[in-house]
């Protein structure tokens, strides 16, 4: 299943690729929430069985709003290292930032 919706006034736009619709959707909510109209191009349609959605999907945004949007995402999917952490749990935040934490963008 494809889910794919215009963009208002046809503007240029500027492309993020992403694995997987599940990603793609978190990106796409946090885009919306910040007032960013964003497309999602590809195969969106989640499973329940995980390894099965790696197909690519891409995040289209206006040209204007591609510099924001890069900076919610890296914000949103980059790790918090513990010594970032104000109120810590042993549990939370990660001991190498530049380790991999589960999402690529």
Partial sequence: ????QD???KEPLE???VCGPTEAQMIEEVLNNNGIDCTLQGDVAST???GTDLEEVR???KHE???RAQE??????TPVGKDELEEGEPELGVEDQDEPGGFTV
């Fill in 1 to 4: 299943m494809s889910s794919e």
């Fill in 7 to 9: 963009l208002p006034n």
């Fill in 15 to 17: 492309i993020v690729a």
């Fill in 48 to 50: 329940p069985w995980p």
């Fill in 59 to 61: 995040v289209w945004v």
């Fill in 65 to 67: 709003d591609a510099p």
């Fill in 72 to 77: 919610l995402v890296d914000g949103f999917f």
